[in-house]
C-alpha cells in the first residue's frame, strides 16, 4: 500500500536512523525530507509545506520538546510523532501536553511507525466530525446525544463517569490520551494528580466492554502516560492489507498473531471516523 | 629489667653518699676553722644550722639528718679539747647542742618538704606537658597506617619511659617501642586475655587493659618513671585513637565503595546510552527491510531473526540501564496511591507476550487493597519476579500471582512449578550478577533481576525472599510495608 502524496520530514541528529528510515519510507511512496537539529526543520517547515513531521525528543540544539512549542505557534494541525526512549515517561507526556500527536518508543519497528505516522494523517485529513455524531469502532457504539453505548447491538449500562471517560477515549480514538488530560476533562482540573481514582474506573469499564479485562482490545493502556482507544482502522483494514492490524496499536508492534483474534465481520462499518 | 632497677638504685646510693660527704666535710670544716679562730665561737651554731638548712634545700631531709649529727659529733670532737668549753662542764652548751639539733632537724624536715613539693609539682608539670603533647599528637597522626607502631613510639619518646608495648586486640599486634629484656608480644596480650591492670613500683612496670567504654579493645604495658594516673591516661588516649583509626577507616572503605558503585553505574549508564542508537537504527533497519516487502522466504526469516535479537539486546540494554540508576541511587522516587490489583493487571498485560505459553492466576485477595509505594519500582519488581516464573517454569504450567495483607505488609508472590532452587541457592539468587549453577546454562539472563527486585522492595522499606521444594513450587515472595512510616530514601 503506498502513500501517494504524503510528505514527511524527519528530524533526528542521528544520521544511521534517517539513513535506517528513508529507505522503506520511500519504497512506500512516503516523500521524505530529512533536518539533524530542531532549528533546521523549522527552517525547512518556514519553506515548504509537509504532512507530517517524526520529532526526535533528544537532540543537540534546542530539542525535540521546544521545536514542537515552536511548530505548534505556527502549524497548530500538523501531525507531529515524537521519537522517544524508554525512560522518558515524562518527556513523553510532556510533548503529549504540547500537542505532539503520537510519541514512538525506541527502538522502534518500522512498521509500527508507518501504522502510526499513516493515522496520524488520517485523522488531519478526516473530515471533522460533529460533536454528537455516533462513534463506532469494532464492536462498541457511543452515541452521545443518547448517552448510549452498544457493544454486539446490545446496550451496556455504564455510569455516567464511565461513559464520560469512554467518550472522552473513543472521540481521540488512536490516539493516546495523558492521565491528567482525561482527569480533567472528566471530573475537572483539581482531580488531574488522582491517577488510582482513573484506574478503578477504567478496570470496570474493560469489565464491561472487553471479552478478555486483562487482556485489553480497545482500552489500552499506554504504560506511565495514559490510555488509548484502538484506532477504528485496526477492525476495519483487518485482514485485508500487508500485515497485522492489531500490530498498529502495539507498543512493540510484535502481535501479529493476535490479528487473527481480531473480529472484523458482524459489524456494521464505521461511520463516525474516516 | 631487673639489672636496670638495681642500676638505677646504685646511682641513688651513691648520690647520697656523696651529698651526705658533702655536707660533713663542711661541718668538719667549720668546726675546724673554730677551733683554730675561736673567736667565730659563738656563732658557730648558726654556721652549722646554715650547713643544715641548704643541704636540706638541695638534697634533701635525711642527708641533712646526717649532716646535723656530723655537726653534734664535730663540734662534740673539737670542744673536748677544751676543757673549758666540754658537754659534761657545761650544761648550758648541752642545751646549745640540743636545741641546736632539733631546730636543725625541724627547719630541715620543712625545708625538705617544700623542695619535695616543688620538685613534685615540677615533675606534675611535666607529666601534664607530656599528656597534653601526647594528646596533640596522637589527634595529629597519621590515620590512613594502622595506630600502633605510631603509639608505641611517641609514648616512648614523649614520657622518657624505658621500655612500651601496645597490644591492638582488633588488628592482633603488639607494637614495642625502647628496650625489653622479655618478650613484650606475649606480656601484653596476657594484660589484655587476663584483663590485668596494675603498677609495680619495685620494677617501674605499669599494665594497662585499653578500654573503649567497658569493652576491651587492646593492652598497655609501660616500664619507667611513671605514675598510675599517668598509666590511665595514656591508656584512654590509646583507646580513642584506636576508636578514631577504625571509624576513619570504615569511612574511607564506604567512600570507596560509595565511589566505585558510582563510577561502575555511570560507565554502565553512558554503555547502554551508547547502544541505543545503535539498536534503534539496526531494528529500524530490519523492520524496514520487511515493510519493504519482495523478500523471498529465507529473507524474511532472517530478517526477523534480525530483529528478534535486537529487541533482546535492547531489553538487555533497558535492565542494565535501570540497575545502573538503582544502584547509584539515581531513581527518582515518586510515591503515589496504587491499587494492588493495578500493579499486577498492568505488569500481566505487559508482559503478554511472554505469559502467553503459560496459565496465569490472580488471586488479590482484597480488590480494594492500595498501597503507597512507587508503581515503576514495584513494576519492576513484579516484572522479574513473572519473568523469572516464566523463564524457570515448566511448559504450560500455571504462574500464579496472589497478594495478600500479613499485619502491616502486602505480601505479593509469584508461584510456579520447576526446577528447586538449591538451599545454598536462596539467599544469592538475590545478589548481582549471581546465577544458579543448576540454571547458568538453561535460560537466557544476566543475574542482575532478581537484585533489582531486592532493591525495589528495600527501597519501600520491604524485603524479599524464597521458598522452593519439589512438592510445593517455588515461591518469590516481597512483603511492603502498607503504610510507609518514613520518608523513603535510597
Same mark, same amino acid.
Given at each position: 500500500m503506498t502513500q501517494p502524496g504524503i510528505r514527511i520530514l524527519v528530524v533526528d541528529d542521528e544520521p544511521a536512523i534517517r539513513r535506517a528510515l528513508r529507505p522503506p519510507l520511500v519504497e512506500l511512496g512516503f516523500q521524505v525530507a530529512e533536518a539533524s537539529r530542531g532549528e533546521e526543520a523549522l527552517q525547512l517547515l518556514r519553506s515548504s509545506s509537509y504532512d507530517v513531521v517524526l520529532l526526535? $525528543?533528544?537532540?543537540?540544539? $534546542?530539542g525535540g520538546i521546544e521545536t514542537l512549542k515552536r511548530i505548534r505557534s505556527f502549524a497548530p494541525r500538523l501531525p507531529v510523532l515524537m521519537l522517544t526512549v524508554r525512560d522518558d515517561e515524562e518527556d513523553k507526556v510532556e510533548a503529549l501536553e504540547f500537542g505532539a500527536d503520537d510519541y514512538v518508543t525506541k527502538p522502534f519497528s518500522t512498521r509500527e511507525l508507518i501504522a502510526r505516522i499513516r493515522s496520524a494523517v488520517r485523522r488531519v485529513r478526516a473530515p471533522a466530525r460533529p460533536e454528537d455524531a455516533p462513534i463506532e469502532i469494532g464492536e462498541i457504539r457511543l452515541e452521545p446525544a443518547k448517552r448510549l453505548v452498544t457493544r454486539r447491538r446490545i446496550p451496556v449500562k455504564l455510569t455516567r463517569k464511565e461513559f464520560d471517560i469512554l467518550y472522552c477515549l473513543m472521540s481521540r480514538a488512536g490516539r493516546v490520551v495523558t492521565y491528567s488530560k482525561l482527569l480533567t476533562a472528566v471530573w475537572g482540573a483539581e482531580s488531574r494528580e488522582e491517577v488510582e481514582y482513573l484506574r478503578t474506573f477504567v478496570r470496570q469499564l474493560r469489565k464491561k466492554i472487553e471479552d478478555d479485562p486483562s487482556n485489553p482490545l480497545y482500552l489500552l493502556t499506554d504504560v506511565y502516560v495514559g490510555y488509548r482507544f484502538a484506532d477504528a482502522q485496526m477492525f476495519l483494514e483487518g485482514s485485508s492489507n500487508d500485515g497485522s492490524p492489531a500490530a498498529e496499536e502495539m507498543p512493540d508492534g510484535e502481535h501479529a498473531q493476535e490479528s487473527e483474534d481480531v473480529p472484523e465481520d458482524e459489524h456494521e462499518p464505521p461511520k463516525a471516523v474516516d | 629489667m631487673r639489672s636496670g632497677r638495681s642500676h638505677g638504685s646504685g646511682l641513688r646510693v651513691l648520690l647520697f653518699t656523696l651529698e651526705c660527704a658533702l655536707g660533713v666535710v663542711a661541718v668538719i670544716l667549720v668546726a675546724a676553722f673554730t677551733h683554730w679562730w675561736l673567736r667565730l665561737l659563738p656563732v658557730v651554731a648558726l654556721l652549722y644550722l646554715l650547713i643544715v638548712v641548704l643541704t636540706a634545700l638541695w638534697c634533701g631531709f635525711w642527708q641533712a639528718a646526717v649532716v646535723s649529727l656530723s655537726a653534734v659529733v664535730a663540734q662534740s670532737w673539737f670542744t673536748a679539747r677544751q676543757p673549758e668549753l666540754a658537754i659534761a662542764a657545761n650544761p648550758i652548751a648541752s642545751v646549745t647542742l640540743l636545741v641546736f639539733v632539733l631546730v636543725a632537724l625541724t627547719v630541715s624536715r620543712l625545708s625538705a618538704r617544700v623542695t619535695g613539693h616543688a620538685r613534685e609539682a615540677e615533675s606534675r608539670g611535666g607529666q601534664m606537658e607530656d599528656l597534653y603533647e601526647f594528646t596533640r599528637r596522637t589527634l595529629q597522626m597519621d590515620l590512613h597506617v594502622e595506630p600502633g607502631p605510631q603509639l608505641a613510639e611517641l609514648v616512648h619518646e614523649i614520657f622518657n619511659l624505658e621500655a612500651v608495648a601496645v597490644f591492638d586486640a582488633d588488628l592482633h599486634d603488639v607494637y614495642a617501642a625502647g628496650f625489653w629484656n622479655v618478650d613484650p608480644q606475649e606480656m601484653a596480650q596476657n594484660v589484655y586475655y587476663f584483663e590485668t591492670a596494675d603498677d609495680d613500683p619495685v620494677t617501674g612496670v605499669g599494665r594497662r587493659v585499653v578500654r573503649l567504654g567497658t569493652v576491651p579493645v587492646g593492652s598497655l604495658v609501660v616500664r619507667g618513671d611513671t605514675g598510675p594516673l599517668i598509666n590511665n591516661a595514656i591508656a584512654s588516649l590509646i583507646a580513642i585513637t584506636f576508636d578514631r583509626y577504625r571509624a576513619f577507616a570504615n569511612e574511607s572503605r564506604i567512600e570507596t565503595e560509595r565511589r566505585t558503585e558510582q563510577l561502575r553505574a555511570t560507565v554502565l549508564d553512558s554503555l547502554a546510552h551508547a547502544y541505543k542508537t545503535p539498536l534503534t537504527a539496526i531494528r529500524a533497519a530490519s523492520t524496514g527491510m520487511g515493510e519493504m516487502g519482495h523478500l523471498s522466504a529465507g529473507q524474511a526469516d532472517l530478517v526477523g531473526l534480525i530483529d528478534e535479537q535486537t529487541r533482546l539486546l535492547g531489553d538487555l540494554t533497558n535492565r542494565l540501564l535501570t540497575t545502573a540508576r538503582l544502584d547509584a541511587g539515581e531513581v527518582a522516587i515518586h510515591v503515589a496511591r496504587v491499587s494492588a490489583g493495578t500493579l499486577i493487571e498492568e505488569v500481566v498485560a505487559a508482559l503478554k507476550d511472554r505469559l502467553a505459553s503459560m496459565k496465569v492466576a490472580i488471586e488479590i485477595e482484597d480488590d480494594d487493597l492500595v498501597l503507597s509505594c512507587d508503581q515503576q519500582l514495584m513494576t519492576m519488581l513484579l516484572t522479574q519476579y513473572i519473568d523469572n516464573a516464566c523463564k524457570y517454569s515448566n511448559f504450560g504450567s500455571t504462574v500464579t500471582i496472589r497478594v495478600q495483607v500479613t499485619g502491616a505488609e502486602a505480601i505479593f508472590s509469584v508461584h510456579s512449578i520447576g526446577p528447586v532452587i538449591p538451599m545454598a541457592d536462596r539467599e544469592r539468587i538475590?545478589?548481582?550478577y549471581y546465577r544458579s549453577s543448576t540454571y547458568a546454562d538453561r535460560a537466557p539472563g544476566t543475574g542482575i533481576g532478581l537484585s533489582v527486585a531486592r532493591r525495589a522492595a528495600q527501597i519501600h522499606g520491604g524485603y524479599v525472599w524464597v521458598t522452593s521444594d519439589e512438592e510445593e513450587g517455588t515461591t518469590f515472595f516481597a512483603a511492603i510495608p502498607l503504610a510507609l512510616e518514613r520518608e523513603i530514601s535510597l
Open positions: 526526535d $525528543i533528544n537532540m543537540p540544539g $534546542i | 538475590f545478589d548481582r
